[in-house]
């Protein structure tokens, strides 16, 4: 083979993975504009319960640093410009600008570290899992200074009515999404082995999914029962005053 078709076989090839490439990331980016907007909105608190978190895992278990970050500032450019994929169906500049959008904004660093920690530790679950508990108590910080700032009030109760409340679905999002990723790699590698094991991959990941899903609704429904008897407690504490 001469040195030009060398040349013209890898320019193809160099296309071939930057088209599969830039659909992955539109795929993804569709991902999230479908998952951003299903939320559960709190009486108490302008934050709602939302989805956007776990559509960023898994947008970076997918794609990794870099492209999985693109994915998710394409979605933000979207909700800037006027498309309602954010929460509730919202979308508009007024949404990055209200109390909302420190959270919005900070799930950049979310992709950002998780990505790093993605990339630069070839996959490995427990770096990655670290790495999504750090970007998200980035931000959570980031999310929280902006809450506090436009409502006036202090960290601590920025912290009270933007994160305290989240935690146990966000623990429940990421343990969801390590499972989606242990399930995909082992169905990955299944393609290699034989019909059976394949097979038998399907299944676990149909019943992983179900429980992953069980997993998720029960979390949220605790949360707001915890949420319902704090509540409750602080206004008897109130009255009682």
Not at 178 to 206: D, E, G, K
Request: proline share 4%; hydrophobic share 60%.
């Amino acid at each position: 083979m001469s040195q030009n078709e060398t040349s013209g076989t890898v320019a193809v090839d160099n296309q071939k993975i930057r088209t599969k490439q830039m659909v992955l990331i539109a795929l993804m980016t569709a991902v999230t504009c479908v998952l951003g907007p299903l939320s559960i909105p709190l009486p108490f608190s302008p934050v709602p319960i939302s989805l956007t978190n776990f559509a960023i895992f898994l947008a970076i278990f997918v794609l990794g640093m870099k492209s999985g970050t693109i994915s998710f500032i394409i979605y933000l450019l979207l909700g800037a410009i006027g498309v309602p994929v954010f929460s509730s169906f919202r979308g508009g500049l007024q949404v990055l600008a209200g109390p909302t959008g420190g959270y919005l904004i900070g799930f950049i660093f979310l992709a950002l570290i998780m990505g790093f920690a993605l990339d630069h530790f070839d996959r490995k679950l427990v770096p990655t899992i670290i790495g999504m508990i750090i970007g998200m108590a980035v931000c959570y910080t980031f999310g929280t200074v902006w809450l506090a700032k436009l409502l006036s009030l202090s960290f601590k109760e920025g912290l009270m009515m933007g994160v305290i409340p989240y935690l146990p679905g966000d623990a429940a999002k990421i343990i969801i999404a390590a499972i989606v990723f242990i399930v995909v790699m082992m169905m990955f590698m299944s393609l290699m082995l034989s019909t059976t094991t394949i097979v038998f991959a399907t299944i676990f990941a149909m019943v992983v999914m179900f429980m992953s899903l069980m997993l998720f609704t029960t979390t949220i429904v605790f949360t707001a029962i915890v949420v319902m008897v704090v509540r409750f407690l602080l206004s008897s504490m109130f009255s009682c005053l």
